[in-house]
């Protein structure tokens, strides 16, 4: 959008010609948006699974606007699963979509951008991190994510010659998709930003000399901070104010969230394995009136501590906690260290932090595990 403001021929190339669901907008929406916004735009249906789709996307975009000089690999399919919980058909999907699509539609655009006087391909990945906290809860979906930003390894130094910069792009925090609402909830678009902030970003290093700019693995904030001089980033806040949720594969914003140890009560137990003092803290909550309102049962699986395995009956009575094996249908399994563990009660980490950093494994229902955030609020003022 950003660069229809500049009357930038736009082809939108994606599945949706119908509206989905759950989802709102399609390719025919966008285009709506994108010429109201000053640009010309083509939509065109594609699933970049299939060779022919994407080859007549570029032969009747080139044909409409005379050529192509930017490709945008923005098509992305996920799944936070770990390795067994993971099927075929998902694994296929995301690296047919993420790898194989990017290198898929950067392969047939390359003889469209050698024609172009200023020609880029962006990826939106992630910087290379081989941390292992960022395979080990999700790995199919790491392998496929990476396969994007390998192509960006490999394809700027196989195009150097031919004056194609070859790019990736990053968020430095959670950007408020629609899609974010299948891999947390209303809570942790709350703590985003806008779209706005990437494609502002985007446009910075498009509009850039291609020779000048190539194999770089960006974040959407230090561009604004290098090309614009940017300090403040509050306008692009889903709500200013806020603490900010950071994206996978960053370490160096690791723990931003982080507040003091709150309640002496806690101090002991959050700087050892034991989770007993945090179980006990919790048992304070219980209500028939938190049991009516969560609707739900969550197992704690402890991976270092002396009792690893407890539960947190929100469902059934009054409401209990207790360790072992819940007897019944569990709703949400959360699995995490008890450094963690003892963190998220005390307030000093939230869930969603956890998650978004690796720290923590959740199975089940992502929406029931998000409503933690507000039960340790309640936890924190309770102590």
């Keep these: 959008m950003r660069c229809a403001r500049d009357g930038a021929n736009v082809i939108i190339a994606a599945k949706t010609a119908e509206p989905h669901p759950k989802l709102p907008g399609t390719i025919y929406t966008a285009a709506k948006e994108i010429e109201q916004a000053g640009g010309q735009a083509l939509p065109c249906i594609v699933d970049v699974r299939f060779e022919d789709q994407v080859s007549k996307a570029f032969e009747d975009g080139a044909k409409k606007f005379g050529g192509i000089d930017i490709l945008?690999?923005?098509?992305?399919?996920?799944?936070l699963t770990g390795t067994l919980d993971t099927n075929m058909k998902k694994y296929d999907l995301m690296n047919q979509v993420n790898a194989r699509g990017t290198f898929l539609c950067s392969k047939l655009a390359i003889p469209y951008l050698k024609k172009s006087s200023n020609p880029h391909i962006l990826n939106l990945s992630p910087p290379l991190n081989l941390n292992p906290k960022w395979f080990k809860n999700n790995l199919a979906y790491t392998m496929?994510?990476?396969g994007m930003s390998f192509c960006v390894l490999g394809m700027s130094?196989?195009?150097k010659e031919d004056g194609i910069a070859v790019n990736a792009l990053w968020p430095r925090t959670a950007i408020a998709t629609d899609a974010i609402d299948f891999i947390g909830s209303v809570e942790m678009r709350k703590q985003s930003r806008t779209t706005d902030i990437m494609a502002d970003a985007a446009y910075q290093i498009l509009v850039k000399d291609a020779k000048s700019i190539s194999g770089k693995f960006l974040i959407d904030e230090d561009v604004l901070k290098n090309e614009l001089g940017m300090s403040n980033f509050d306008k692009y806040a889903v709500e200013p104010g806020n603490p900010l949720l950071m994206d996978f594969f960053?370490?160096?914003?690791?723990?931003q969230e982080s507040l003091p140890m709150g309640k002496d009560e806690l101090s002991s137990a959050a700087s050892g394995s034991d989770v007993t003092a945090s179980m006990n803290a919790l048992?304070?909550?219980?209500?028939?009136?938190l049991v009516q309102k969560i609707n739900g049962v969550y197992a704690f699986k402890i991976t270092d501590a002396n009792i690893t395995?407890?539960?947190l009956d929100l469902k059934n009575g009054d409401g209990k906690i207790d360790s072992g094996v819940f007897n019944g249908q569990v709703n949400c399994t959360m699995t995490m260290n008890s450094d963690v563990f003892n963190k998220m009660i005390s307030g000093s980490m939230k869930p969603t932090m956890a998650f978004m950093s690796g720290k923590l494994k959740i199975k089940g229902e992502m929406g029931l595990a998000m409503k933690?955030?507000?039960l340790m609020s309640s936890l924190k003022s309770k102590l």
């Design 72 to 79: 945008v690999n923005n098509a992305s399919a996920i799944s």
């Design 250 to 255: 960053l370490d160096d914003v690791e723990g």
């Design 144 to 146: 496929a994510k990476y």
């Design 283 to 289: 048992k304070k909550l219980l209500s028939p009136e």
């Design 309 to 311: 395995d407890w539960y």
């Design 157 to 159: 130094e196989e195009l």
């Design 372 to 374: 933690l955030e507000k």
